[in-house]
């Protein structure tokens, strides 16, 4: 996988904690907070170990912790797969 996409990122996100109501709506999630998407931080914790599995990479908790939109976290896990190409 050359970038975790959206649709990987809620794939992820449902593995990880289920589904929240407001994740399908339409319109632009990407700039949605986590909180309002119905995921609280050990949510996005767990996504992220489903993320690291998906992509055989390691992302670093203390950091992914900090990011609270969808766009914020693509741009952080996309940046990561980069460095290690």
Not at 50 to 76: N, S, W
């Amino acid at each position: 996988m050359k970038e975790l996409t959206l649709d990987d990122l809620k794939n992820a996100l449902r593995a990880a904690a289920g589904e929240a109501e407001n994740l399908d709506e339409s319109g632009d999630l990407l700039e949605v907070p986590f909180s309002e998407l119905g995921y609280d931080s050990l949510a996005v914790m767990e996504t992220t170990a489903q993320v690291e599995r998906m992509l055989g990479i390691e992302l670093p908790e203390e950091e992914t912790a900090e990011l609270r939109t969808p766009r914020e976290y693509l741009d952080f896990v996309n940046a990561r797969i980069k460095e290690t190409v």
